[in-house]
T-cell receptor, first 115, second 110 residues
Framework: GAGVSQTPSNKVTEKGKYVELRCDPISGHTALYWYRQSLGQGPEFLIY????????DSGLPNDRFFAVRPEGSVSTLKIQRTERGDSAVYLC?????????????FGPGTRLLVL | KQEVTQIPAALSVPEGENLVLNCSFT??????LQWFRQDPGKGLTSLLL?????REQTSGRLNASLDKSSGRSTLYIAASQPGDSATYLCAVSGNNRLAFGKGNQVVVIP
């Protein structure tokens, strides 16, 4: 079956612009996670959705970052007034159930470069 | 805050040797520990998941152990092959998230 997909695969933007990154989870998965991976680092947690609601957004670095999942499936990560430090790979993962003990399946990521 | 450390950061081994990758974590209150593989420019592929009540998991040439009380896990890869060259990431689950180490970057020399 289809795995987690993310679009676009690459995004280049200028400092100060607004970007949207999309994640399509595995069909039927109720939990969805966003992580950010900077060069040479492991992924860092941003936000966790259970259904339509953000159950934990404590990893979002500041109020320029926002994410939605209006119908409990596709999610969009939105970054306003992008800065060069936002350049990273943004990874999305989904899992079948609500518990963090469930296996998370990762998408290929969106590589964001802010010039 | 959970801190995950992976040692060594990078290593090169000749083909055929066994690989030993280490992971340590500071908070033992975890649900499970997972080892991932990441190829350059790619996403994460799950290799093994060990539940907190388990001691080890095996899949083919891969074996991962977990000592939850001491906050340690080890990934063994037997008879390494050039195709095993990749970055291996350790992640522990808890508090609504996975906490990752920085990875072990492995090169297997033919």
């Amino acid at each position: 079956g289809a795995g987690v997909s993310q679009t676009p695969s690459n995004k280049v933007t200028e400092k100060g612009k607004y970007v949207e990154l999309r994640c399509d989870p595995i069909s039927g998965h109720t939990a969805l996670y966003w992580y950010r991976q900077s060069l040479g680092q492991g992924p860092e947690f941003l936000i966790y959705f259970q259904g339509t609601g953000a159950a934990d957004d404590s990893g979002l670095p500041n109020d320029r970052f926002f994410a939605v999942r209006p119908e409990g499936s596709v999610s969009t990560l939105k970054i306003q007034r992008t800065e060069r430090g936002d350049s990273a790979v943004y990874l999305c993962a989904s899992s079948l159930g609500s518990g963090v003990e469930e296996t998370q399946y990762f998408g290929p990521g969106t590589r964001l470069l802010v010039l | 805050k959970q801190e995950v450390t992976q040692i060594p950061a990078a290593l090169s081994v000749p083909e055929g040797e066994n690989l030993v990758l280490n992971c340590s974590f500071t908070d033992s209150a975890i649900y499970n520990l997972q080892w991932f593989r990441q190829d350059p420019g790619k996403g994460l592929t799950s290799l093994l998941l060990i539940q907190s009540s388990q001691r080890e998991q095996t899949s083919g040439r891969l074996n991962a152990s977990l000592d939850k009380s001491s906050g340690r896990s080890t990934l063994y890869i037997a008879a390494s092959q050039p195709g095993d060259s990749a970055t291996y990431l350790c992640a522990v689950s808890g508090n609504n998230r996975l906490a990752f180490g920085k990875g072990n970057q492995v090169v297997v020399i033919p």
